[in-house]
């Protein structure tokens, strides 16, 4: 009598959904975001220093193209994705009162927050200054100020930079997980530390920023 021939187990192939919306979290998504920084902490030279700075980012004739094709449809992907995520998850903080399900439980708040800061920031900061009558079309350091002179709007703006800020430094935590570049406890524990330290550099570059437009003052 014959010996059945052993099950093989095949590991699954191909890219899961949750990857695809790390990557785009990264990489277009996360990078936009430290370069829209780096070009808002140019409010801390003066109006004409970030007006000039404004301009040259948006000078070329593809950047609505990019905007549109280069960040729109990856931001769309990566929030389709993480609603699913979101919509699916049961929170047990309570019963496992964990820092790890504390953050868990935090990226997807994130998340949703930032979903909400993203529509309000898109209407105040590009759409209602394309529909102004007089150039330049666009927000300025006069804009930025005037509106974050609004306690309701530099509420908003505080918080959901903050959110930014917690979901990008802990998402790249996730990420490292998702695409198994961190399989042990201890690659875990120093992703951890670079997570910590991308969360200060953004919160840092967030600050500098918000205090170059010196907003509440005359």
């Known amino acids: 009598m014959s010996e059945a021939a052993p099950v093989v187990t095949r ?5 899961t959904g949750k990857q695809v919306m790390s990557l785009l979290g990264v990489v277009p998504i996360g ?3 430290v370069c829209h920084l780096w070009t808002n902490m140019y409010s801390i030279a ?3 220093a970030f007006n000039a700075r404004l301009e040259s980012t948006r000078g070329g004739p593809f950047f609505i193209f990019l905007e549109v094709f280069g960040l729109g449809v990856p931001i769309l992907i990566h929030a389709v994705q993480g609603l699913r995520i979101v919509f699916k998850m049961r929170p047990n903080n309570v019963r496992w009162p964990t820092m790890r399900n504390l953050k868990y439980f ?4 994130s ?6 800061f993203l529509a309000a920031h898109v209407i105040k900061a590009r759409i209602m200054p394309a529909m102004s ?16 002179s609004e306690p309701l709007t530099f509420t908003v703006y505080a918080l959901g930079l903050l959110g930014v800020s917690y979901h990008l430094a802990n998402g790249l935590w996730g990420s490292a997980l998702t695409f198994g570049l961190t ?3 201890r690659g875990q524990k120093r992703m951890e530390i670079v ?5 200060v550099v953004l919160l840092g570059m967030s600050t500098v920023a918000i205090v170059g437009f010196q907003p509440f003052t005359g």
């Open 11 to 15: 590991r699954p192939v191909g890219v």
């Open 31 to 33: 990078a936009y975001v």
């Open 46 to 48: 003066g109006a004409d």
């Open 106 to 109: 935090l990226q997807r708040l």
């Open 111 to 116: 998340g949703v927050g930032i979903l909400l």
């Open 133 to 148: 009558d007089t150039p330049p079309f666009h927000e300025t350091w006069a804009g930025m100020h005037e509106a974050l």
């Open 183 to 185: 399989v042990t406890p």
């Open 195 to 199: 997570s910590a330290l991308a969360l």
